[in-house]
């Protein structure tokens, strides 16, 4: 194939894959009708729609917190800004999240990704337990939003950070879960 | 004491229904949690808890019925069941069942964190 062929076939994967693309703020309206289309798409398999459910609404309110890009909604308010998608593939769904961070940041939310893909259930269950009992609002520190999702997902954590300016990079969070 | 009724929805977020009764203790919580300011709606349930703690001083029955919880819920709902633990440790009369679904595997193991978590004899009950 040649490069354009390569790329029209990348489209149809991609277009044939994707049941949710998103990208702009991460304020309630967002939120709410990306949840109901979840519920929605998935209403044949309750099981997998609750823990799709379940995982989006923690990757969007980390974005919605964390994203080092933010936005004013319609009613003035700032959110943080970033893309998702939800695609499906044979055995599997996918969540991509990705958003801007603070190069400040980067450091302790690897460490959370990394310390989350090395725990087996009982010890990231153990993990969120001794999280809980933390206070919360510090980005990669109490927030248990992250080691959530690894137990609804069953699946470890893939993510990258790419460097972006002075400043910011972007960071990629992919989740996995599995139809059966 | 007036008893606490919150009425629920599942719109933009998800507001759990609340029937909290001052007379004779039983204190419900049902439907979904998902909300705009946890802790500002989570504090009017720990303030009246604790009035009735502090006033009433009879038994507690706290019943737990959500299908769906966030994050930042379960560190509310910890919260009072912590409060319900050291009201049970003072010599307050405390019961706590907690309706699941039986399909609904991690919340079982949510509710067993919590029991390790509190110390408190949490009641599972499937449906």
């Known amino acids: 194939m040649n490069t354009a062929e390569n790329a029209y076939q990348m489209y149809i994967d991609l277009i044939d894959s994707t049941i949710i693309s998103y990208n702009g703020p991460f304020d309630a309206q967002v939120l709410s009708v990306i949840a109901e289309n979840i519920e929605y798409s998935l209403s044949n398999n309750p099981r997998v729609s609750k823990k799709l459910f379940k995982i989006f609404i923690e990757l969007a309110q980390n974005i919605s917190y964390y994203s080092a890009e933010r936005q004013k909604n319609d009613e003035g308010n700032l959110y943080g800004v970033g893309i998702l998608m939800l695609r499906e593939f044979k055995d599997h769904y996918s969540f991509s999240t990705g958003n801007l961070i603070e190069k400040k940041h980067i450091l302790p ?13 009982q010890k990231l269950r153990q993990y969120k337990r001794k999280l809980r009992n933390m206070p919360s609002g510090v980005p990669g520190g109490g927030n248990i939003g992250l080691v959530q999702v690894a137990l609804t997902a069953d699946y470890p954590l893939e993510y990258s950070v790419v460097p972006v300016d002075d400043e910011n990079s972007f960071y990629i969070l992919n989740v996995r879960v599995n139809k059966n | 004491m007036e008893n606490l009724e919150i009425e629920g929805s599942h719109k933009n ?10 007379k004779t203790g039983i204190c419900e919580i049902s439907g979904e949690s998902f909300l705009e300011d946890t802790v500002e709606f989570y504090k009017q349930i720990v303030e009246w808890l ?6 009433v001083k009879g038994p507690i029955a706290f019943i737990v019925k ?9 560190r509310s ?12 440790d003072e010599g307050g009369e405390v019961v706590v ?8 595997v991690d919340m079982e193991e949510d509710i067993d964190d919590y029991i390790i978590d509190t110390g408190l004899d949490i009641n599972k009950i499937p449906y």
Do not use: G, M
């Not at chain 1, 939310?109 to 259930?121: F, G, H, P, S, Y």
């Not at chain 2, 977020?13 to 001052?22: E, L, Q």
């Not at chain 2, 959500?66 to 379960?74: D, E, Q």
């Open chain 1, 109 to 121: 939310v690897i460490q959370k990704c990394e310390t989350i893909n090395i725990l087996d259930r």
């Open chain 2, 50 to 55: 604790e009035r009735y703690i502090d006033e």
């Open chain 2, 77 to 88: 709902l910890l919260d009072i069941l912590n409060l319900l633990k050291d009201y049970e």
């Open chain 2, 97 to 104: 069942n907690w309706h699941f679904d039986e399909n609904d």
């Open chain 2, 66 to 74: 959500l299908s769906y919880f966030n994050t930042s819920t379960s």
């Open chain 2, 13 to 22: 977020f998800f507001i759990p229904t609340v029937s909290f009764n001052a």
